[in-house]
């Protein structure tokens, strides 16, 4: 499994604020309809994966003409999301940091380790 890289997620949130106000286009991006944006664009993730198999998923990277549509995609949902967080003023560190807390204790390690099942039928 590769590791993820550091990045500046300030100098992408900057970027992409740019590249918005330069097409005038914060008029369109209500927090409404940036959900919506992100709902759509992670439907068309999905839709790459829709009638693959489990093993052939899990081999993903291997498909250089499939890893370019993830790619975009990925990056499409990327920046929905950062364009959300900006409009709301979430602190994304803190409330992924609260959410792993509650997840903790919804998950203990004892009950959840090498299980799928959801938290209340564990």
């Known amino acids: 499994m590769k590791t993820m890289k550091n990045i500046d997620l300030l100098k992408l949130d900057q970027d992409i604020c740019q590249f918005v106000s330069e097409r005038d ?3 369109f991006h209500s927090v409404k309809n940036l959900s919506m944006a992100l709902a759509v664009e992670s439907a068309e993730l999905l839709e ?3 009638w693959m ?18 790619n975009d995609e990925v990056a499409d ?3 929905y999301l950062m364009r959300i967080i900006n409009k709301t003023g979430i602190d994304l560190e803190q409330i992924v940091r609260n959410k792993m807390q509650k997840n903790g204790e919804k998950y203990p390690v004892e009950k959840a380790k090498g299980n799928s099942k959801k938290y209340n039928e564990l």
């Open 77 to 79: 949902v990327f920046v």
């Open 25 to 27: 286009w914060d008029q």
């Open 53 to 70: 198999s489990e093993e052939n998923s899990n081999r993903i990277s291997e498909n250089h003409q499939v890893m370019a549509k993830i």
């Open 48 to 50: 790459i994966f829709q």
